[in-house]
């Protein structure tokens, strides 16, 4: 292994970790609007929410590379006024991942938050407690094991996106080339044993990560932990 691998791997894991980072707190108040709102917003919402779920990636990718190219309204503006290039840039990457990783945080949070017993809501707010003391020490506690599973879910789902990262990032070393590019391009050169190293890293470690939050969810769910 050579330092490209190391290199595409840590660009890798740090778009998938950030990405994650960025997603969680904003799936939590999504995911509790969600789970508790009403009217034609919260369903707006959610269908937004699923869209990235239907769409192939590439329709995803092929928007965001109009909406931030130079030549156009946005991209011109954030380039000539702010400095802010997302084209064929990580950052770019970052902004691309969190839209199409939004329902992997989104849609197990709420899931779980419908799934709670109303009467842990009503006692706390029976106690006099607000809606975010109420969301923060009562209801998230009950979800832990979906909470570590929204989060493992998405960054498994981020180090193996391909068709956005591919629109919005092309392929780039040191800048945008991560692990699932790598892949492909290795293998239209026909370096085979490179391409395998890549695939192989990223299977040894999605299952990991799978089993390891898979068997705390079954810990959890034993000791009647949600």
């Known amino acids: 292994m050579d330092a490209e ?3 595409t791997m840590r660009l890798t894991f740090g778009l998938a970790l950030i990405t994650t980072i960025i997603l969680l707190p904003v799936g939590v108040i999504v995911g509790n609007y969600l789970a508790f709102g009403k009217g034609i917003l919260r369903v707006l919402l959610e269908t937004l929410t699923w869209m990235p779920l239907i769409l192939p990636p ?3 990718g092929f928007y965001l590379l109009l909406a931030f190219s130079p030549n156009y309204g946005l991209g011109a503006f954030l380039q000539n006024y702010l ?3 997302l084209v064929f840039n990580f950052w770019g990457l970052v902004f691309g991942s969190v839209i199409f990783s939004f329902p992997f945080m989104i849609n197990p949070l709420k899931n779980a ?3 709670l017993p109303p009467s842990l809501k009503e006692a706390s707010q029976t106690l006099g407690k607000g809606k975010v003391y109420t969301l923060l020490f ?3 506690p009950n979800i832990r094991a979906s909470i570590l599973m929204a989060i493992v879910t998405t960054f498994a ?3 193996g996106e391909f068709g956005m990262v591919m629109m919005i990032g092309g392929d780039i070393p040191g800048e945008t080339r991560v692990a699932s590019i790598a892949i492909y391009t290795q293998s ?4 085979y044993t490179l391409a395998n190293q890549y695939a192989l890293t990223l299977c040894i470690i999605s299952f990991t990560l799978l089993f390891i939050v898979l068997f705390i969810h ?3 769910n034993n000791k009647g932990i949600l």
């Open 157 to 159: 789902h981020t180090v």
């Open 113 to 115: 938050l419908i799934s």
């Open 58 to 60: 590439t329709v995803l």
């Open 5 to 7: 691998f190391f290199e």
């Open 218 to 220: 079954k810990k959890m």
């Open 188 to 191: 239209e050169a026909t370096n």
């Open 138 to 140: 009562v209801l998230l």
């Open 83 to 85: 400095g802010i290039k």
